[in-house]
């Protein structure tokens, strides 16, 4: 039986994720902040899938844990760990961080510093284990920047190059390093934001990551229209996107 680490675990993203590999066969380890969620969440998917499920504390901002803890998970599993899907995210408020850089400063290290040192631990384990996968959700968001949200798109649009930096390293080692880039998604981050179009489900998302984290791609979008849809903004001219409301 093989094992999935999966960090961010008690987003919608991520729950989906964690059934979807359970219902493959998969044993998981959940890493997130809230252990009693997770617990809770564990317990449902043992006697749903009848795999086994561990649960840890991680918090993407607090840096000084992540070796520390992740060295816990990944002992935990020595030899039999065969990926970890990242599914840390915070999409913040884009009007506040351009006034307060607290705010701003949440959501960069939110969505890039804390999920590059946890990947630094991981990539390290599965490079010495010569196999796995690392698969990671980056946004659509971060392949242009927008008014609406540059931010959170610059954090990810960071998080997407450094992801295939670490694939250029990790090819030789046999490991499979996997960016995912979903659209819209009906998660608790997006609820009640206007201006949503083509929103796709946990569950499909979830789907997704699994065939993409299964399958040897480098890079997936999810739904994959928004790969055409995303060629199609990166196509505007710049004297035309910078008079865009976006």
């Not at 946004?139 to 927008?146: I, K, M, T």
């Amino acid at each position: 039986m093989q094992t999935v680490l999966i960090l961010g675990a008690t987003s919608s993203i991520a729950r989906a994720v964690a059934g979807e590999f359970a219902s493959h066969g998969y044993d998981l380890i959940l890493a997130g902040r809230d252990c009693e969620e997770m617990q809770t969440q564990a317990a449902d998917l043992e006697i749903r899938y009848d795999v086994k499920a561990r649960v840890y504390p991680f918090d993407a901002l607090d840096l000084e844990s992540h070796e520390t803890i992740l060295a816990r998970c990944l002992s935990d599993t020595g030899e039999r760990l065969a990926g970890a899907v990242l599914c840390v995210g915070y999409l913040g408020d884009q009007n506040a961080a351009q006034t307060d850089f607290r705010e701003a400063r949440r959501i960069l290290d939110t969505n890039f510093t804390g999920c590059v040192s946890a990947l630094n631990v991981i990539s390290n384990h599965f490079e010495k284990q010569g196999s796995g996968f690392i698969c990671a959700l980056s946004s659509v968001a971060g392949d242009r920047g927008r008014q609406s949200n540059y931010f959170y798109g610059a954090a990810k649009a960071a998080l997407s190059a450094y992801l295939q930096g670490l694939r250029n390293r990790l090819h030789r080692a046999g490991v499979r390093v996997v960016t995912v880039k979903p659209g819209f998604v009906d998660t608790r981050m997006t609820f009640g934001r206007p201006n949503l179009f083509l929103v796709a489900s946990p569950q499909s998302v979830a789907r997704g990551v699994y065939k993409a984290a299964t399958d040897g791609k480098g890079v997936v979008y999810l739904p994959w229209y928004w790969r055409w849809i995303m060629l199609v903004v990166r196509l505007i001219p710049e004297r035309v996107f910078k008079r865009m409301r976006l």
